[in-house]
Every structure is written in structure tokens, then in C-alpha cells.
């Protein structure tokens, strides 16, 4: 997950509607509460035996 203000990764779409949703998610704001959820997902995701 990148997260950082003012970067935004530019995924590769090969869809017309990859476009959009990608497009569309330049407007998505997420609380805090919401991003620690995410990261803590991540995390544990990559590291399973944390």
C-alpha cells in the first residue's frame, strides 16, 4: 500500500474500467482509524508469524 501526501501510484490498467475505478480513487479519503486498520492488515499479511 503506498501512502504517502501528494505521491499516488499509477497502476497499469488494461481496462477502460480499471481507468475509472483508478480515477475514482483519487477522491477516497480514509480516517486515521481506517488507514491503521489497513496497515495492520498489510503488515500481517507480509509478516504472518508477527
Known sequence: MLH???VIAIPKPSR???I???YA???LKLS?????ALELHLHHQ?????
Do not use: T, V
Open 16 to 18: 477502460i474500467d480499471h
Open 4 to 6: 504517502q501526501e501528494n
Open 20 to 22: 475509472e475505478q483508478n
Open 46 to 50: 507480509l509478516n504472518p508469524f508477527l
Open 32 to 36: 486515521a482509524d481506517e488507514l491503521a
Open 25 to 27: 480513487a483519487l477522491n
